[in-house]
């Protein structure tokens, strides 16, 4: 069995082909992008993920369901909501399938297994804790949540600091730590290193068990910039160099194998400690995708 670290985008992308040639692996994602709007709890990154595998994304946004309408959206701005988030019908079923799952009782873990297997999804996919994390970016404004400055100020304002908010009281769940002891080995897949990976690792129980495994990760930035997203902004708010070898410096605590682009030989080798290797990491279609999981697996 696989398991991957996942936040939207980027990895979500891989999992398509990764879907095609394994039948075992296990999906642990990033819930600090969560947020609440409208009365329903979103999990952007645990969506996207389910969306990819049951294959209904929509594969121009990766975000969201193919063919999606937007009329419940149109209608709260024309009644004075201000709904910053663009939220699709048929995907906003999502959001109140699991909002009203957790009031009734059920906790995140819970209500992920019961959507996913209504989309037919087979791989586990977990949330990364239970306990409520977010995503707070500070900016020369002030501090906003991730979505606001992501979504509601499309990433304009400067980043001085990205933190965690009440990850100190997050912990792994059991089935995340299942998913992490029984495995073969960990792919951490192309999503932003500090918002959609670092929450993660962060959680209590995580990062120990990340050293005991053999970890392999994509690169989510060629050459000096992010493939998409943020990234970039996030990683220099860190103190981290925007390349590959940024990349590497953020997981040097557990990686093993970096997989960096082809246009980026210059870094294949060695850096402390960890294999670089140099493959086509871009994702243009299902194929692409399933040609890098190959090549992931094939180091595993």
């Known amino acids: 069995m ?10 979500p992308k891989l999992l398509r082909g990764l879907k095609e040639i394994v039948d ?19 999990c952007p990154d645990i969506d996207s993920v389910i969306y990819a595998l049951a294959d209904i994304i929509d594969e121009e946004r990766w975000w969201g369901i193919r063919g999606d ?9 024309k009644l004075g909501w201000d709904e910053f988030m663009v939220i699709g019908d048929l995907d ?39 306990e409520e994390v977010a995503t707070i970016v500070v900016t020369p404004e002030g501090e906003m949540h991730f979505q606001e400055f992501w979504v509601k100020r499309r990433g304009e304002p400067d980043v001085l600091d990205v933190y965690f ?24 897949g192309p999503s932003n290193p500090i918002t959609s990976i670092m929450p993660i690792v962060s959680v209590k129980g995580v990062k120990e068990r ?17 493939v998409s997203g943020p990234a970039g902004k996030f990683m220099k708010a860190k103190g981290f160099d925007v ?23 210059d870094f294949a080798g060695e850096y402390d400690g960890i294999e670089v290797l140099a493959t086509d990491i871009i994702m243009r279609d299902k194929n692409d995708a399933k040609n890098l999981a190959e090549f992931l697996l094939e180091i595993m």
């Not at 079923?93 to 999804?121: D, P, Q």
């Not at 392999?216 to 060629?222: E, L, Q, R």
Request: with cysteine; glycine share 8%; net charge positive.
């Open 69 to 77: 309408t937007f009329r419940t959206h149109e209608q709260l701005r």
């Open 210 to 226: 990340l050293r005991r495994k053999k970890v392999v990760a994509v690169s989510p930035i060629i050459g000096n910039k992010p």
């Open 24 to 42: 075992d692996f296990a999906v642990i994602v990033n819930t600090a992008e969560d947020i609440w709007i409208s009365g329903n709890k979103l």
């Open 243 to 265: 390349s590959p070898l940024g990349v590497a410096d953020v997981y040097a605590d557990f990686l093993d194998v970096l997989v960096v682009h082809c246009s980026d030989t």
């Open 92 to 130: 906003r079923a999502t959001h109140i399938f699991r909002s009203e799952l957790l009031r009734r009782g059920h906790t995140l873990t819970e209500a992920t297994r019961i959507l996913k297997n209504a989309f037919g999804v087979k791989a586990e996919v977990l949330p990364m804790c239970e």
């Open 2 to 11: 696989i398991t991957i670290l996942s936040g939207g985008t980027g990895t």
């Open 165 to 188: 908010k009440g990850i100190e009281n997050a912990k792994a769940t059991d089935d995340v730590i299942k998913a992490l002891e029984k495995c073969d080995g960990i792919i951490i």
